[in-house]
Structures are given as C-alpha cells and as structure tokens.
C-alpha cells in the first residue's frame, strides 16, 4: 500500500537535517549570552529565544507527523498531494517566521502570552506577519492531521481505530497499535489547531479591530493549544515506536484491552493536563487546579506502565538487533521516562510554587523533547533510510554518535535541572545578581549543547550516506 | 505598625525636601510617575533607559522636548545621540507616548529640579552588596533527590534490559504481566501518597489564611508598584500613593494583591537566601493573592518569572524584613 507521498519524507529528512542544527546553535547561543559570554549579541536574545521556541516545537511536530504519515501508509492510504503541501505550508511558514523574528525583531516567546504581541515594542507588521505565519502553519497542519484522519477512516469506523472493541474482549478486526495511538493524537491535534484558530482570531480582532480579550481566557486557549500540541508530538514519536521497534525485537507488539484502554484514556487526559501551566494564576478556579495535578498525574500512567514498560518487555531477552535506529528508539524511551519524571514533579502544585517558571521547566520538556522524541524520530529517519540504502554499519563510529549526544544531552540538561533547583528563572538574557549562579551553569551547558550538536552532525554523515544513495537507487 | 513608608506622591513634594516648584507642577510628577518611571530614575540609577538626574544639563532643551515627543521619528532620523542611547539601552526604543510639547517641557523641569534637589549619585552609592551562597529549599531538595534517584532507577533498568539482549529467551509473558501489575500498583500508589502530602498546603491554601499586612502590588513593564490602595489602571498612579521602599516587620503574614497595568508578569519572592520562598501571575485585569510569612529578616528579591518583553531581566524590585 505504501506509495502516496512516500518519498516526501526524504525531503522532510533534509528539512531536519538543515534546521535542527541551527536551533541548537540559536540555542548554545542562547545559553553562552546568558553565561556573560557574547554580550554584544545580546540584543538579539529575545528574538532568538522566540525563534528557537517555535522552531523546535514546529519541527518536532511536524518530523514525527512525517514519520507517522509514512508509517501509516502500510495500513491506509493519505493522500500524496496533501503530503506534499503539508512540506510546503510548513517551509511558507518557517520562512515567515524568521522574517518577522530577524528583520522584525518579534519576540513574544513561543507561546506569545496575550496581548504581548501587541505590546512588545516591536514594530507593529511584524505582530501582523507572525499572526498570518501562525495561519499558515495552523491551516497546513490541520489540513494535513484531517487528511490522515480521512485515509484512517476509509479503512476502520471510529470505534475501531479507537480500538474500542479490544475494550469488550473482541480483537477483530486487528487494530495496529500505529492506527490506534495517530487515531487518538490526531483527534487531539485537530482540537488544539482548531484552539490555535481561535487564538490568532482574538489577537486579530484586538490588533485591527481594538476589541480586548480577558487574559485568562487567552491563557487557558493559548496553553491548550500550547500544551497538547507538544504533548500529542510525543505520542506521535510514540506511534512509529510501537511499529518499527518489534521488527528489531523480533517479537510482536499488539494491541489488547490494556493498550487501547490506555490510549483512550489519554485522549481524555491529554486536554485537562493542561492546567498545570496555570497553577500560579490564582484566579483560576481552585477546582480546576487539582484537576490539573491530577490529570498530570494520571497522565503518566499509561505512559509509564503500558507504553515504556511494554517496549522494555518487549526487548527483555530478546533477540535484539542493535543499530544506530534502535539504540535511538531505546534512548528515545528512557529520555521519555526521565523527562516525564521531571514532569510530574513539577505538575505537583506545592512544587510549582517554586519551580514555575525557574529553568526546571525547560529542563523537563527539553528532556523528553531532545532526548525522547528527537532521539526517536532520528531513529526512524536512520532507520528508514538504512532499510532503503542496505549499506555496511560500523558500530564503532555508531557508539561516538550515541556517546556524544548522551554526554552532551544530558549533561546540557543537568544544568537546567541543577539551575531550576537552585530557583535560577528561566527567559532572562541575563542574570541579575541574586541568581548570577545561573551564568555558571548556562557556561557548562553550552559546552555540552555544543557536544551534542557533535553528535548530531555525525549522526547526519551517517544517515547522509545512506540518503543520498537511497535517493539515487529510487529515482 | 512597623511598617514604614516612604510615599512618592504624584500630588506632594515631600521627597524633594520642600522642592516648592515640584510641588506647583502637580501633573509633571504625575506624567513622570505614569510616563516615565517605567524606565527611568532621577539620581537612583540606570533601568532600562539612563539615569535622568542632570540630563537638563547634559542636553539642549529643543533636543530633549523633541526626544521626549517623538523619539521614533529621531530614530528613523538616525539622530547621533538618539542612536547611541539606543544602543546603551540594549536596542530597547524609547515610545512614543503621545506627550505634547507643554507636557514635555514641564517634565523637563521637573526632572531639573528633582534632580538638583538629590545629591550627585556618586554621593549615595552604596557598597557592593555582599550576596550569600545560594542554597536548596526543602522543597526543592526534596524535588531534585526524588529525581535524581528515580532517573538513576530508570537508567539501571534500562541497562539491565539492554544487557539481558545478551542472553535472548522466550518471554514469560504471565510473569511479565505480574509484574506489569506490580508496576501499576506502585506508581499509583506513589502518586497517590504525593498528592495526598502536597495538597494540603497549597498557595491556595494559604491565600485564605489571616493576615497581618496587605499590600498591593502592580507590575507593569518593566516595574513593579507598592502601594497601600489599590492600583488597577495607570491613571491612578497619578492618585494613590505608592510604597517606594516597603518594609516589613519579621514574622508578619503579609497578603500581596498582585495585578498587572500591561501585559502578563510575575511576582516572584526571593529570600534573603537567594531562594525562590512564593510566586503568583501577574494579569490584567485580575487581581491575584499570595500570602508569605516573612520569617527572615533581611533584604527580598521580587523578580518577574514571566517573559514580558526586552527588559523583562531588569524587572526588580526589592522589599527589607526587620
């Protein structure tokens, strides 16, 4: 079945391969003003912080959306075209955004807080130019999650990509745990482009119309938005776990009624862990912040038990084939695990109060960002490329790759969780004298930043070799 | 009531120690307070924008009342001086507020007598402060052990499932089912006991508590206000007095009522120990309550923990516990 658009994710490969880099340098850069290094770059830091932002959480949206696009195609059948535009909408929009951030000197942050891009100083165009890229990202990618849905429900009722009838002790029609879990984070993705659509329209009417919005509304839509899309990126790098990592095991990954009632469970979840991000407005209902605790959570159970715990009994014993895609994978899973760690820690409101917002919160999403679901899409990449190429593998250079983005990564991310620990904020270019030790540890952890883009660019003369020649077999 | 308070108001002169023209010119202090104090001092220090005290001097008039009106226009000009104290203020522009020309003049002389009336900053600097070693909290000791060692538990399993790859077998899938079970029970269980622990003292929790003292606070960029009253738009900073050095006295449960003039900020305390005590948003149009019990005496650091544009590192304040 796979054809449609198959190889438009050789070119979201390069897309990757061109702009991950260059976020991780925006952010060494990032860390190395904060250390008191590059001061006279430091004006740039808040544009360059918004842009590291939004690049990061778009490109780890979208690169795992790729990959679960391709997996799918051995199940259902999306269409090419919209593949295609997915690409382009999505480069428009990059294109965009660095336009607003570099010649517009936009710097909202990542998630813009209303209505500071309408205050921020910067000139009034480019709020306009970053309302209409967020429109074209939005449409591109709602366009495209519709898409799949649509190729997902020519072959299975809603009740069986929901894996429903695994509920009642039925098991046909087989449901692939893939279906099931894109099923569910596609579900999620459309509810959050559709909240992003009712952002950007209320940012509009204040910008053209003067008609106010009240700020907790806005913040409630903003974070839902915010908050599922990179939740459900997570589940997405997920999905292509469940269907490549049993090719390496050897062993089969199915889905049964603890799989499908746990990621039925996580389409409940996955809209009201979202709290969390508000747990210090405090005029925010009070019911609605243990809500959010307890969402938080719940949320990381069936993460924890069915989904890591079934991919570790899944390799226990097994007959594992090592490479550079499963040993990705594998880290993918542990960097999930640690991250969602720190995750639930810091979802715990009396923790909150002291962690919100200090460098504990980029330490926990950059951990299940970079070395989870990064570490799994690059796997998928290496893998897909690899099973088109069939070249030689040298494991020794394989284990400088891993060596390099393990000490880089998680010595970079121990820097934040030290940081956060010792109160240190987050988003300041630089710090003030009552938590000047946060120079210290941005110093060290552009260093290790530094080594794992060495790892990284590594990796790329890897999986470059084998794209390159996989390209030139098909065409 | 050990609470002392300097009060800068818009509509006295008390500070300029009897500045009689200061006190005739009710609206430049005013327009001052409301326009320019975001960014500026006079005699206590660079903020965002230069320190204002003998700029009357430094600068011709016609230059500082067309500065003062239309600082973009000077800049799109590429005005020498306007683009030099650009780029001493970080790339941070001046506004345009919309001020006229009588309004402009007035806040020069304003500035001018204010200014003459403090002595040369040179004269008030303090000493370098001396700041103690940043220590953990309870709270976040608890929170970076917890992590530490489960990290470490999950990276034993995982080495341990890596390496039993070694030696392949088939899986006893009842057996791994138990322990999956296991699994579930502890996590739950885990969870359980920490929310049962944690949400008994919660910031909500303490906001309904008593308190001693209540002061209201209102961030805008890139400051933060005390006051006694309440402040909910700008035009009452021309109104209500506002605290500029708050005390407080030791032990006291003080209730901040934190809301903000622009855009979403923080109010976010820092002991004397250089550690993160409490925190709560800053919104528009809200008013959010944080009550703290000051039970160290010494000097508090307020930061604003949310990103709130290009000053937002400069956006401090500090409070004195005694």
Same mark, same amino acid.
């Given at each position: 079945?796979?054809?449609?658009?198959?190889?438009?994710?050789?070119?979201?490969?390069?897309?990757?391969?061109?702009?991950?880099?260059?976020?991780?340098?925006?952010?060494?850069?990032?860390?190395?003003?904060?250390?008191?290094?590059?001061?006279?770059?430091?004006?740039?830091?808040?544009?360059?912080?918004?842009?590291?932002?939004?690049?990061?959480?778009?490109?780890?949206?979208?690169?795992?959306?790729?990959?679960?696009?391709?997996?799918?195609?051995?199940?259902?059948?999306?269409?090419?075209?919209?593949?295609?535009?997915?690409?382009?909408?999505?480069?428009?929009?990059?294109? /965009?955004?660095?336009?607003?951030?570099f010649?517009?000197?936009?710097?909202?942050?990542?998630?813009?807080?209303?209505?500071?891009?309408?205050?921020?100083?910067?000139?009034?165009?480019?709020?306009?130019?970053?309302?209409?890229?967020?429109?074209?990202?939005?449409?591109? +990618?709602l366009?495209?999650?519709?898409?799949?849905?649509?190729?997902?429900?020519?072959?299975?009722s809603l009740?069986?990509?929901?894996?429903?009838? =695994?509920?009642?002790?039925?098991t046909?029609?087989?449901?692939?745990?893939?279906?099931?879990?894109?099923?569910?984070?596609?579900?999620?993705?459309?509810?959050?482009?559709?909240?992003?659509?009712?952002?950007?329209?209320?940012?509009?009417?204040?910008?053209?119309?003067?008609?106010?919005?009240?700020?907790?509304?806005?913040?409630?839509?903003?974070?839902?938005?915010?908050?599922?899309?990179?939740?459900?990126?997570?589940?997405?790098?997920?999905?292509?776990?469940y269907?490549?990592l049993?090719?390496?095991?050897?062993?089969?990954?199915?889905?049964?009624?603890?799989?499908?009632?746990? +990621?039925?469970?996580?389409?409940?979840?996955?809209?009201?862990?979202?709290?969390?991000?508000?747990?210090?407005?405090?005029?925010?209902?009070e019911?609605?912040?243990?809500?959010?605790?307890?969402?938080?959570?719940?949320?990381?159970?069936?993460?924890?038990?069915?989904?890591?715990?079934?991919?570790?009994?899944?390799?226990?014993?097994?007959?594992?084939?090592?490479?550079?895609?499963?040993?990705?994978?594998?880290?993918?899973?542990?960097?999930?695990?640690i991250?969602?760690?720190?995750?639930?820690?810091?979802?715990?409101?009396?923790?909150?109060?002291?962690?919100?917002?200090?460098? +504990?919160?980029?330490?926990?999403?950059?951990?299940?960002?970079?070395?989870?679901?990064?570490?799994m899409? /690059?796997?998928?990449? =290496?893998?897909?490329?690899?099973?088109?190429?069939?070249?030689?593998?040298?494991?020794?250079?394989?284990?400088?790759?891993?060596? /390099?983005?393990?000490?880089?990564?998680y010595?970079?991310?121990?820097?934040?969780?030290?940081?956060?620990?010792?109160?240190?904020?987050?988003?300041?270019?630089?710090?003030?004298?009552?938590?000047?030790q946060?120079?210290?540890?941005?110093?060290?952890?552009?260093?290790?930043?530094?080594?794992?883009?060495?790892?990284?660019?590594?990796?790329l003369?890897?999986?470059?070799?084998?794209?390159?020649?996989?390209?030139?077999?098909?065409? | 009531?050990?609470?002392?308070?300097?009060?800068?108001?818009?509509?006295?002169?008390?500070?300029?120690?009897?500045?009689s023209?200061?006190?005739?010119?009710?609206?430049?202090?005013?327009?001052?307070? !409301?326009?320019?104090?975001?960014?500026?001092?006079?005699?206590?220090?660079?903020?965002? $924008?230069?320190?204002?005290?003998?700029?009357?001097?430094?600068?011709?008039?016609?230059?500082?009342? !067309?500065?003062?009106?239309?600082?973009?226009?000077?800049?799109?000009e590429?005005?020498?001086?306007?683009?030099?104290?650009?780029?001493?203020? &970080?790339?941070?522009?001046?506004? &345009?507020?919309?001020?006229?020309?009588?309004e402009?003049?007035?806040?020069?002389?304003y500035?001018?007598?204010?200014?003459?009336?403090?002595?040369?900053?040179?004269?008030?600097?303090?000493?370098? !402060?001396?700041?103690?070693?940043?220590?953990?909290?309870?709270?976040?000791r608890?929170?970076?052990?917890?992590?530490?060692?489960?990290?470490?538990?999950?990276?034993?399993? %995982?080495?341990?499932?890596?390496?039993?790859?070694?030696?392949?077998?088939?899986?006893?899938v009842?057996?791994?089912?138990?322990?999956?079970?296991?699994?579930?029970?502890?996590?739950?269980? $885990?969870?359980?006991?920490?929310?049962?622990?944690?949400?008994?003292?919660?910031?909500?929790?303490?906001?309904?508590?008593?308190?001693?003292?209540?002061?209201?606070?209102?961030?805008?960029? %890139?400051?933060?206000?005390?006051?006694?009253?309440?402040?909910?738009?700008?035009?009452?900073?021309?109104?209500?007095?506002?605290?500029?050095?708050?005390?407080?006295?030791? $032990?006291?449960?003080?209730?901040?009522?934190?809301?903000?003039?622009?855009? &979403?900020h923080?109010?976010?305390?820092?002991?004397?120990?250089?550690?993160?005590?409490?925190?709560?948003?800053?919104?528009?149009?809200?008013?959010?309550?944080?009550?703290?019990?000051?039970?160290?005496?010494?000097?508090?650091?307020?930061?604003?923990?949310?990103?709130?544009?290009?000053?937002?590192?400069?956006?401090?304040?500090?409070? &004195?516990?005694?």
């Amino acid at each position: 079945m796979r054809q449609n658009g198959a190889n438009v994710l050789w070119w979201w490969i390069a897309v990757v391969a061109l702009l991950f880099p260059i976020l991780i340098v925006l952010g060494i850069y990032m860390r190395m003003v904060q250390s008191g290094e590059l001061t006279g770059l430091q004006s740039w830091f808040y544009p360059v912080m918004t842009l590291h932002g939004l690049g990061m959480v778009g490109l780890w949206f979208t690169a795992p959306m790729a990959c679960m696009s391709d997996a799918l195609q051995r199940y259902v059948k999306p269409s090419g075209a919209v593949a295609w535009f997915a690409l382009g909408g999505t480069v428009l929009g990059v294109v /965009l955004l660095l336009v607003c951030v570099f010649l517009g000197r936009f710097a909202a942050g990542w998630y813009f807080l209303y209505p500071l891009p309408l205050m921020g100083g910067w000139p009034k165009w480019s709020t306009v130019l970053f309302l209409i890229a967020l429109t074209v990202l939005g449409v591109t +990618w709602l366009i495209w999650c519709l898409d799949l849905l649509r190729a997902i429900a020519q072959r299975y009722s809603l009740s069986h990509a929901l894996a429903w009838h =695994y509920l009642v002790g039925r098991t046909e029609p087989e449901v692939p745990p893939l279906v099931l879990i894109a099923t569910v984070s596609l579900i999620a993705a459309v509810a959050c482009l559709v909240a992003a659509v009712i952002v950007v329209v209320l940012f509009s009417a204040d910008a053209f119309g003067g008609i106010k919005s009240d700020s907790l509304l806005m913040k409630n839509v903003t974070f839902f938005f915010g908050h599922v899309i990179v939740n459900l990126s997570m589940y997405v790098g997920a999905s292509v776990t469940y269907e490549v990592l049993p090719s390496f095991a050897g062993r089969p990954w199915k889905t049964n009624r603890i799989v499908a009632l746990s +990621w039925n469970a996580v389409l409940i979840i996955v809209f009201f862990a979202y709290f969390h991000h508000l747990y210090m407005d405090f005029a925010q209902p009070e019911t609605v912040q243990y809500i959010g605790q307890i969402a938080s959570y719940v949320s990381s159970i069936p993460a924890a038990v069915v989904t890591i715990f079934g991919a570790l009994m899944l390799i226990y014993r097994s007959s594992m084939r090592w490479n550079l895609a499963s040993i990705l994978f594998f880290l993918g899973l542990a960097g999930w695990a640690i991250g969602g760690v720190g995750a639930v820690i810091d979802s715990t409101i009396t923790v909150n109060a002291v962690f919100h917002n200090t460098l +504990w919160v980029p330490a926990h999403f950059h951990t299940y960002m970079l070395m989870g679901l990064a570490l799994m899409t /690059l796997g998928y990449f =290496y893998h897909y490329c690899q099973a088109a190429a069939a070249q030689p593998e040298n494991r020794a250079s394989l284990w400088l790759v891993v060596s /390099l983005m393990l000490i880089g990564g998680y010595g970079f991310l121990l820097m934040f969780y030290l940081a956060g620990a010792y109160s240190v904020p987050r988003r300041y270019a630089i710090y003030p004298a009552e938590v000047s030790q946060g120079a210290g540890y941005a110093g060290a952890a552009a260093v290790f930043a530094a080594a794992f883009l060495l790892g990284f660019i590594l990796y790329l003369v890897h999986t470059w070799k084998r794209w390159a020649r996989a390209l030139s077999v098909s065409s | 009531m050990r609470m002392i308070v300097v009060l800068l108001l818009g509509v006295t002169a008390s500070l300029a120690g009897g500045s009689s023209a200061v006190a005739a010119d009710e609206s430049a202090a005013a327009s001052f307070q !409301r326009k320019c104090s975001v960014c500026h001092t006079i005699g206590d220090g660079k903020r965002v $924008g230069p320190d204002l005290q003998g700029v009357a001097d430094r600068r011709p008039q016609e230059w500082l009342v !067309r500065w003062i009106m239309r600082p973009d226009q000077m800049l799109a000009e590429k005005d020498p001086v306007a683009a030099q104290l650009l780029a001493e203020s &970080n790339q941070i522009a001046m506004p &345009n507020l919309g001020v006229t020309e009588p309004e402009a003049k007035a806040l020069i002389e304003y500035i001018r007598v204010e200014g003459a009336a403090k002595p040369p900053a040179a004269a008030t600097e303090m000493p370098p !402060r001396v700041y103690p070693e940043p220590s953990l909290g309870v709270v976040q000791r608890i929170a970076l052990v917890l992590f530490l060692a489960l990290s470490a538990a999950i990276t034993v399993v %995982f080495c341990w499932v890596a390496l039993s790859t070694r030696t392949p077998q088939a899986l006893d899938v009842t057996e791994a089912y138990r322990l999956r079970k296991v699994f579930f029970f502890i996590a739950v269980g $885990g969870l359980l006991v920490a929310f049962a622990a944690s949400v008994t003292k919660t910031p909500y929790t303490e906001a309904r508590a008593r308190s001693d003292r209540i002061v209201y606070v209102a961030a805008r960029q %890139f400051d933060f206000i005390f006051s006694l009253e309440p402040i909910v738009s700008v035009a009452d900073l021309a109104t209500v007095p506002v605290v500029k050095q708050l005390e407080l006295p030791v $032990g006291a449960a003080v209730e901040f009522r934190v809301t903000s003039l622009d855009v &979403n900020h923080n109010f976010a305390l820092y002991g004397p120990q250089r550690r993160l005590l409490a925190q709560t948003q800053a919104m528009p149009g809200y008013v959010n309550r944080l009550r703290v019990r000051l039970v160290t005496p010494g000097r508090y650091e307020v930061l604003c923990l949310e990103y709130c544009g290009a000053g937002h590192h400069l956006m401090q304040t500090e409070l &004195n516990v005694r």
